[in-house]
């Protein structure tokens, strides 16, 4: 007689449990399927909307960049007249830019002319007002360069022209094409 170990004779009438079969990630019926392929589509139309959206908005997020460095040297608290004269034409440059940008007609704007040509392409016009006005003139006459607090509502001005305007808004009137 042969000496088993005597933890066979407990198992020995116990089968080996059967393993199931892989489950699927892939859905099994057409129905589902097609809802699977019609949610890839889709998601993948959504990316490419947000690129495309992403890649033309490109030019904003280099001016808000622009935007904020020149506001950096603002918070000093002594900023001679030939540095708020800078900074006024520092933001002109900028925002000149992003004009020629969107519409490279405008390149020659300047004085009035360009103020409305901004406020054409945004829905509650801004720089038609006294402070724009100021501003036009600070570039031409280094004597009357804006005050540091004008120069910062100047810089919330730019920041929410940048942000919010929109060709779709844009319609550069025969007021802007007269004035240049």
């Known amino acids: 007689m042969e ?17 199931p079969e892989h489950v699927s990630w892939f859905p099994q019926t ?7 392929c019609a949610i890839v589509l889709y998601a993948i139309y959504r990316m490419v909307k947000l690129f495309q959206s992403w890649w033309e ?8 960049r622009l935007v904020l460095e020149v506001r950096h040297s603002l918070l000093l608290d ?3 007249i030939g540095e708020r004269t800078q ?3 520092d933001y002109f440059q900028i925002m000149k830019a992003v004009l020629v940008y969107l519409k490279p007609e405008l390149a020659n ?10 406020d ?21 006459q ?29 319609s550069v009137t025969s007021e802007v094409k007269q004035n240049g």
């Open 3 to 19: 000496h088993k170990p005597p933890g066979t004779y407990i198992l020995r009438e116990l089968n080996d449990v059967a393993v």
């Open 30 to 36: 057409l129905g589902w399927q097609i809802l699977a």
């Open 57 to 64: 908005n490109r030019y904003r997020r280099e001016a808000l």
């Open 78 to 80: 002594s900023i001679t």
């Open 87 to 89: 900074v006024g034409q």
């Open 109 to 118: 704007k300047h004085g009035k002319a360009f103020l409305a040509a901004l």
């Open 120 to 140: 054409c392409f945004i829905l509650k016009p801004t720089f038609e007002a006294e402070l724009g006005y100021k501003w036009t003139v600070s570039l031409l």
């Open 142 to 170: 280094k004597s009357k360069a804006l005050t540091a607090a004008e120069l910062l509502e100047l810089t919330a001005l730019c920041e929410l022209w940048i942000r919010e305007h929109s060709l779709q808004h844009a």
